[in-house]
C-alpha cells in the first residue's frame, strides 16, 4: 500500500502532519444552519477535513420493531435501528452545499457511504476520500464499489478481526487501489480506556504495510495525542458544538474548545518528535559551553605541580576535556596560571 497520498489539496503520509477530521455525523441535530455552524467551528479548532455520512434509514436497516433491531442499554437504549439512522443521517441535499463551504475555508469534506447508491452520489460531488465505516467492512461488494473509484479509502477496524482486515484489503489491491488507511477503532461510544489498545497501532502498519490512523470514541484529548508518537497520520474525532445540545453522538463528541487544544497538543507533540538522531541541534552545541571542563581553581607558579588541590573538573566548558585530568596531574606548569584560567594545551610541560 502507498505511504502517501492526497486527499483533496492535504497530503497524507509519514512525513507529514497528522490530518485531523471532525466527524459531524448527526450532531447538525437536522437542523442546516447548525451544520454550518459546525464546519465554521472545525475551522477555528484547527481541524483539516469535515467528515460526513451519507445514508439513509432504509439504507441501513428496516422499519421493524422486531428484537433483532432493537437497541438494549448505552446512549441509544428504547430506539430501534431505524430511529436511530433517521434521527441521526445528514440529509443529502446538504451535502454538496457542506463541502462547497469547507473547501471555501480550506478543508477538506469526504464522507462514508453506506450503500451503493451514495458511493455513486459523493462520486457525483467529486469527494475526495471514502470512509469505510467499523460495520461495513464486511460488506465486500460495497468495498468494491469503493475502491474502484480509485480515491483514498478509510477504513475503520472497530469490529474486525484479522481475516476482515485482511480481505477489505484484497479487496483494494484486486481493484487497483494503493491509496488505503486503517484506522484503529474501537465501536464502543464511548469507548473505555482500557479497551483501546493503542499498542496495537504500530502492529497495524507492520503488518500490512500501510498507513495507519486513529477514529477515537473515548472522551478527552489524551488518547489522539497519545497515539502521535505509535505513527497515526489521521485522527478522527466527532465534533460538535455543545455536548448538553444532546443527538445521538453529542455525549461522546468534543466540543470546539476541546478539539482545538487537540491540534494544538498533536501539533506540538509533531515538533517534539523530530528525528532519531545523535546529533545535538545548534542550541544544544551552544549550550555544550556549560558542560564541566579543567580549570585552575588556586594560583600556579611556573614550575609548580598541577594537583587536585589547584586542578579541577568545573563548570563551565572553556577549558580541557576532563578525560584528560589524570594524564595531567604531575605535570609542571611552563608558567605563572591565574586562579580562574581554563586549563589548556601548552600551560604545562
Known sequence: MKKEFRIGKKTIGENHPVFCVAEMSGN?????????EIIHAAKEAGADAIKLQTYTADSLSLDC???????????????????????????????????????SLGMECFSSPFDASSVEFM????????KVASYEINDIPLLRQIAAQQ????????IAHLEDIERALKVCREEGNEEVMLLKCVSAYP?????????????????YGCLVGLSDHSMGSVVPIGAVPLGIKMVEKHLTLRRADGGPD?????EPEEFKEMVDSIRIVEKALGVSTYGLTDK????????????VVKDIRAGEKLTPENVRSIRPGYGLHTMYYEEILGKSALRDIERGTPLAWGMFA
Open 28 to 36: 447538525h441535530l437536522k437542523d442546516y444552519g447548525r451544520a454550518v
Open 65 to 103: 420493531d422486531s428484537e433483532y433491531f432493537q437497541n438494549h442499554g448505552g446512549l441509544w437504549d428504547g430506539m430501534t435501528e431505524y430511529q436511530l439512522y433517521e434521527e441521526a443521517s445528514t440529509p443529502w441535499e446538504w451535502q454538496p452545499k457542506l463541502k462547497e463551504l469547507a473547501e
Open 123 to 130: 462520486k457525483n460531488c467529486g469527494m475526495p476520500a471514502y
Open 151 to 158: 480515491k483514498p479509502v478509510i477504513i475503520a477496524t472497530g
Open 191 to 207: 469507548t473505555p480506556y482500557e479497551d483501546i489498545n493503542l499498542a496495537m497501532i504500530p502492529t497495524l502498519a507492520k503488518t
Open 250 to 254: 453529542g455525549a461522546f463528541s468534543m
Open 284 to 295: 544544544q552545541e551552544k549550550e555544550r559551553s556549560g558542560s564541566r571542563s579543567l580549570f
